[in-house]
C-alpha cells in the first residue's frame, strides 16, 4: 500500500479512507492509520513470530512498532512507500527485541520453517535433500544471506506472501524480488555444498544486476 501527503481523492485521505466532512485532523488521521494497520497487522504478526517465537512476544513487538508508525504518523505519511517504511520500523523493533534478550532469531524453530526447507531448493535427486535435515547449517546459511534476499526468503516461502506483496514490503519491482530469490538460492546451494538448483536458466543471468549477486 503507497501513500503519499499530497496524494488523494476529495472525500477521501491519502490512504483512501472514506472522510466526513470537518472531520477533525486528529481523527483522520487515526482512521488512516486504523485502516492501514488493520491491512498488514496480521502479516506483521506472522513475521515477527517467526523471528521471536512466540504469540505473546510478537504481539508486544508489533505493538511497538504500531506506537511508534503512529506517533509519526503524519511524517510517514510523507514517505514515498508507507508500506516499506512500516516494514523497517517492524524489523528495527523485532532486533531490539531479540538485542534486549540475546537471541538470535526464531526462525529455525517454527513450523513454517521446517516445512519451508522441502520447497526451498529444487534439485534432481531426492537424496540431496539430506543436507537440509541440518537445520541449524540451512539456518546459518539463510542468517547470512544479504538483507533483501533474506527477506524475500522469508516472506515469499516461510510465510507464503504473494511476490506482488513482497515487491510493495521492499518497495521494489517485481522483477527485482525474482532476481533476489534466484540470488539467494544460488547462494544458499553454494554455502551448504549443493548444486546450483536445476531450475534456472542461462538467460536467468541477464536478469541479475538488481540483485547484488
Given at each position: 500500500m503507497r501513500a503519499r501527503a499530497d496524494r488523494g481523492v476529495p472525500g477521501t485521505d491519502t490512504l483512501g479512507v472514506p472522510l466526513s466532512p470537518g472531520e477533525p485532523p486528529e481523527r483522520r488521521l487515526a482512521l488512516t492509520f486504523d485502516a492501514f494497520d488493520a491491512h498488514h497487522h496480521r502479516l506483521w504478526l506472522r513475521y515477527a513470530h517467526t523471528q521471536v517465537g512466540g504469540r505473546a512476544a510478537a504481539e508486544s513487538v508489533v505493538d511497538s512498532a504500531?506506537?511508534?508508525?503512529?506517533?509519526?504518523?503524519?511524517?510517514?505519511?510523507?514517505?514515498?512507500?508507507?508500506?516499506?517504511?512500516?516494514?523497517?520500523v517492524l524489523k528495527e523493533e523485532v532486533a531490539h527485541w531479540l538485542e534486549a534478550r540475546g537471541l538470535r532469531p526464531a526462525l529455525?524453530?517454527?513450523?513454517?520453517?521446517?516445512?519451508a526447507i522441502r520447497k526451498l531448493l529444487r534439485y534432481e535427486s531426492p537424496d540431496r535433500f539430506a543436507v537440509l535435515q541440518d537445520e541449524i547449517a540451512l539456518y546459518s546459511a539463510i542468517s547470512r544471506l544479504p538483507e533483501r534476499q533474506y527477506d524475500v526468503i522469508v516472506l515469499?516461502?516461510?510465510?507464503?506472501?504473494?511476490?506482488?506483496?513482497?515487491?510493495?514490503?521492499?518497495?521494489?519491482e517485481l522483477a527485482t524480488v525474482h532476481s533476489h530469490v534466484r540470488h539467494a538460492r544460488r547462494r544458499l546451494a553454494k554455502d551448504l555444498g549443493l548444486p546450483a538448483p536445476v531450475t534456472e536458466t542461462e538467460t536467468e543471468a541477464a536478469d541479475d544486476t538488481e540483485a547484488g549477486g
Amino acid at each position: 500500500m503507497r501513500a503519499r501527503a499530497d496524494r488523494g481523492v476529495p472525500g477521501t485521505d491519502t490512504l483512501g479512507v472514506p472522510l466526513s466532512p470537518g472531520e477533525p485532523p486528529e481523527r483522520r488521521l487515526a482512521l488512516t492509520f486504523d485502516a492501514f494497520d488493520a491491512h498488514h497487522h496480521r502479516l506483521w504478526l506472522r513475521y515477527a513470530h517467526t523471528q521471536v517465537g512466540g504469540r505473546a512476544a510478537a504481539e508486544s513487538v508489533v505493538d511497538s512498532a504500531c506506537a511508534r508508525l503512529l506517533a509519526h504518523w503524519p511524517h510517514v505519511l510523507l514517505q514515498e512507500s508507507v508500506a516499506r517504511y512500516a516494514w523497517a520500523v517492524l524489523k528495527e523493533e523485532v532486533a531490539h527485541w531479540l538485542e534486549a534478550r540475546g537471541l538470535r532469531p526464531a526462525l529455525v524453530d517454527t513450523a513454517a520453517f521446517h516445512a519451508a526447507i522441502r520447497k526451498l531448493l529444487r534439485y534432481e535427486s531426492p537424496d540431496r535433500f539430506a543436507v537440509l535435515q541440518d537445520e541449524i547449517a540451512l539456518y546459518s546459511a539463510i542468517s547470512r544471506l544479504p538483507e533483501r534476499q533474506y527477506d524475500v526468503i522469508v516472506l515469499r516461502h516461510v510465510l507464503r506472501i504473494p511476490d506482488e506483496v513482497v515487491a510493495e514490503y521492499l518497495g521494489v519491482e517485481l522483477a527485482t524480488v525474482h532476481s533476489h530469490v534466484r540470488h539467494a538460492r544460488r547462494r544458499l546451494a553454494k554455502d551448504l555444498g549443493l548444486p546450483a538448483p536445476v531450475t534456472e536458466t542461462e538467460t536467468e543471468a541477464a536478469d541479475d544486476t538488481e540483485a547484488g549477486g
